[in-house]
């Protein structure tokens, strides 16, 4: 039974011979999926395997998380504007207490 692809950058990971079994050239930037099967590993680029649906999953995960870390930098620039910048001890303080309550900051 085939493993599950994994999915990943060329920049941060690398999987067997990293050459995408779809169109056969070189993986050597941007995204890519591989799964290991007994002859090694299988690699293709995301170009090479849109139909896979899990690519608009990461995708709208990553948009997400953009515009969540925009909506916190938005609420951190209005928080300076108004006390300045906190120092070290109020934010081990605060993330104490983001902790436990279990809410992340």
Request: proline fraction near 3%; charge should be neutral; hydrophobic fraction near 35%.
């Amino acid at each position: 039974m085939a493993k599950r692809w994994i999915y990943s950058d060329a920049s941060i990971t690398t999987a067997g011979t990293m050459v995408c079994t779809a169109c056969r050239k070189p993986i050597t930037e941007g995204a890519f999926r591989y799964r290991q099967n007994d002859a090694g590993f299988l690699t293709q680029h995301k170009a090479c395997s849109l139909d896979d649906l899990e690519w608009k999953q990461i995708e709208k995960r990553q948009q997400e998380y953009a515009a969540h870390n925009e909506r916190r930098k938005t609420a951190l620039r209005a928080y300076i504007g108004e006390f300045g910048a906190p120092d070290d001890y109020l934010i081990a303080e605060c993330m104490a207490d983001a902790v436990g309550t279990g809410k992340q900051p």
